[in-house]
DNA sequence: ATGCAAATGCAAATCGTTTGCAACTGATGG
DNA sequence: CCATCAGTTGCAAACGATTTGCATTTGCAT
């Protein structure tokens, strides 16, 4: 259940940003729409390809660049592995990364993220922002 | 104050590994023994090429593996840059990076650690390593 | 429809890091 | 003390993820 309430519309983002709603957009919006996990550019491409097979590499990195500049996405650069995307519409949260299976569990802790916020406080530092990941495996 | 309680002995480390004591290496453990930042492989090759100018990256490469494979140093990946490495014997601790000078600040939270266990345990998970990094800038 | 800036696909470039290989050198046995 | 030889080196080339230059295509406002 690590799903968002809505899917966002980022069509609307992207027109709004003035940018084209090209054939090649549409195909890599649609699959971040419907995607329930937190894919890389790869396989990104893969299913983009699926759908159309003229569709390029450079242009899913560079879609991915113009909806993370634009606040639509997330880009999560995890433990030694390529940069993983997910949708920036939902609420913050950190992840539990499973070592076995490379899947990714969601969670939040207002307590934890108020410690932080504590500790930089006494360091004279403000937070930008953060990053918390646990690797770890099913018991 | 982000210093050790002593320097590791790199050398003993690694001849109890098995492995010899070459010309390189020693420059490069020296170079980690009074190391008092984080430095990165590209850090340490300039720093050690002032001492001998025969030395290669890659050899400062395989030497970190080295220490890494043993335990005697840890490796970061902070976002974005090349991975930092530090001396392992000192107790866990986690990382505030300035975003403005790349300076990188330790500090601990045994709090947080309960809390990221407890987390944990509660998705059926065991934590097999976790990394908490905050990104802020002086106040 | 038409024009033109924006976007594409491709290949080549980039960055950090690893690796194959032939030359070199520690450390051990004699 | 030196020969031996596997362990190490430097170099250049290979790497994986990502970005970029460029000539060609394509949205889309007119």
Redesign the interface.
Known sequence: MSSQARPPDYESVLRDAGVRITRPRKIILKILAERDDHPDAMAIFRRAVRLDDSISLSTVYRTMKLLEDRGAIQRH?F??GPSRFEPADSEHHDH?I??DTGDV?E?H?E??EQ??DE???S?????????????????
Do not use: M, N, P, T
């Open positions: 650069a433990q030694g539990l499973d070592l569990i969670f802790s307590k934890i410690l932080q500790i930089a406080k360091l004279g530092y403000e937070i930008v922002h953060h990053r918390l990941e646990l690797y770890g495996r099913k018991k």
